[in-house]
């Protein structure tokens, strides 16, 4: 009889608020439904780069093509989506270097930020013979899952912009919007260079500036916990190891000064990058990487072969990170301090 009761009271609670709203994203492919690792499984991925919107954690890659003797062949972006970190939809392509009319090639990595109500993607391409290496583009879209349309015309950092060692020094955008509503880029290979954007998004505000950090090689991560301001990024110490490692440093300001504090991450299986991607989602932090442990129909993981991946990251009470190991289980176990 209660049950019965319970069970009308229910549909008259259901007509009067209408139907349950419709899944967006139902009918699009799910690559993931437990939250092991790696993330995708039916494509090799790299350079994850996390973005929280609307309940949602989208996770924008580079998809890996590289064929034998190929070191990299990264033909466009990929974006995933998941809003419990367990089941992942696949949206698809969002852009490819191409789509910037000066590049000619190379999807490497790129970080996507929300700024009043648009998406504006930085990434790092290869630009034609007229300024030949690696530059940034700045592309933007209405939505996290693009299309993302080149938003300036030009590339936003050239090879000639900076007095780098080599022409791969302007790659691996991150961006990262402060208190005061300043978006900064820090970005870099070799030499780590930072710059204010203009509001207008698609210039900067300032100088180009270099800073110096421990071990630094490529693939900076910049975020804020609290009141410190953390920079995590691959890089190499030859006493460890010659292949990459993920470390970070923090600040008391999104400039410096940058207090080296040691590392998070270990080597990647079969991969000498490393990439770190960061976010906190839904009141936890987790750290993005990549290794070349994925096979995929006979096909083995290398560096150019690469699959994304997740783990939970923790902090101590002082605000430093606790070593992350990379592991099979990745956030499918419950979460444990
Ligand atoms: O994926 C191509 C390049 O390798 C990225 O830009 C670097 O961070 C490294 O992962």
Redesign the pocket.
Known sequence: MLRQALAASAAVLLMACGAPPEDPFAGLPVVNTDGTNPIVRDKFT??PAPLVHDGRLWLYV?HDEAGEGEM?N?TGWLVYSTEDMRTWVDHGSVMKPTDFSWAIRDA??SEVIEKDGRFWFYT?VEHDDTDHGKAIGVAVSDSPTGPFVDARGSALVKNSDTDGPHWWDD??PTAFEDDDGTVWLYWGNAHLYYAPLAPDMISFADEIRRVEVDHFV??PWLFKRGEIYYLAY?GIDETEHDWEQIYYATAPTVTGPWTFRGKIMGIAENSF?I?PGIAEFKGDWYLFYHNGALSIDGVEGALGRRSVRAEHMYFNEDGTIRPVVATDEGVSVARGE
Do not use: K, L, M, Y
Request: glycine residues 14%.
């Open positions: 790299a350079d580079g990299f990264i490497w990595a790092t790659i691996d490529e693939g691959a990058t990439h």
